[in-house]
T-cell receptor
Framework: GQNIDQPTEMTATEGAIVQINCTYQ??????LFWYQQHAGEAPTFLSY??LDGLEEKGRFSSFLSRSKGYSYLLLKELQMKDSASYLC??????????WGAGTKLIIKP | DADVTQTPRNRITKTGKRIMLECSQT?????MYWYRQDPGLGLQLIYY???????NKGEISDGYSVSRQAQAKFSLSLESAIPNQTALYFC????????????FGEGSRLTVL
């Protein structure tokens, strides 16, 4: 079957750096997405990777290794507003999105 | 105003009742989706539509039906609601020919007693 694994919860300190990992086993690969979801709100798009390597967008970066079935989201200079869940999703060979359960990130002062 | 609007935002109903959740969008996107989110689980796709005449079942379509009334409107119906359909429901849109980034509505929280 298809599977996306992410840690359930992580804690980090304001101003620090945190890396949220995502491993996947899917039928084919046509891109990986990261979304941010604040409690009680809709997910919002953060990043998209389809080729190996690092994509940087401000304080957020996303890395992909297709051979390892692995991605991470790196958040730098953490702010309290970064407290949210981070969802990893992979598009399979049928162009269907497979979603992880999300990682709840708690930022402490 | 939100680009993707869902109504109602919250609904409490009883087992056996028919419920409709509505979604409208002003983004001009051709593709629309209905997802369900439960605690501890990833988003699950219920139905999706790539244009007005195209309707496709997702991974959990049993107990649900949809209607694409116009490019901008996509509604989800529960013909006879049951308690395990209690969840947060999201409508989303995307544009063909792009990376497929999804734009979500604010969500509709449904409770079936």
């Amino acid at each position: 079957g298809q599977n996306i694994d992410q840690p359930t919860e992580m804690t980090a300190t304001e101003g620090a750096i945190v890396q949220i990992n995502c491993t996947y086993q899917t039928s084919g690969f046509n891109g990986l997405f990261w979304y941010q979801q604040h409690a009680g709100e809709a997910p919002t798009f953060l990043s998209y990777n389809v080729l190996d390597g690092l994509e940087e967008k401000g304080r957020f970066s996303s890395f992909l290794s297709r051979s390892k079935g692995y991605s991470y989201l790196l958040l730098k200079e953490l702010q309290m507003k970064d407290s949210a869940s981070y969802l990893c999703a992979v598009r399979d060979s049928n162009y269907q999105l497979i979603w992880g359960a999300g990682t709840k990130l708690i930022i402490k002062p | 105003d939100a680009d993707v609007t869902q109504t109602p935002r919250n609904r409490i109903t009883k087992t056996g009742k028919r419920i409709m959740l509505e979604c409208s969008q002003t983004k001009g996107h051709d593709r629309m989706y209905w997802y369900r989110q439960d605690p501890g689980l990833g988003l699950q796709l219920i139905y999706y539509s790539f244009d007005v005449k195209d309707i496709n079942k997702g991974e959990i379509s049993d107990g649900y039906s949809v209607s694409r009334q116009a490019q901008a409107k996509f509604s989800l119906s529960l013909e006879s609601a049951i308690p395990n359909q209690t969840a947060l429901y999201f409508c989303a849109t995307s544009a063909s020919g792009t990376t497929g980034e999804l734009f979500f509505g604010e969500g509709s929280r449904l409770t079936v007693l």
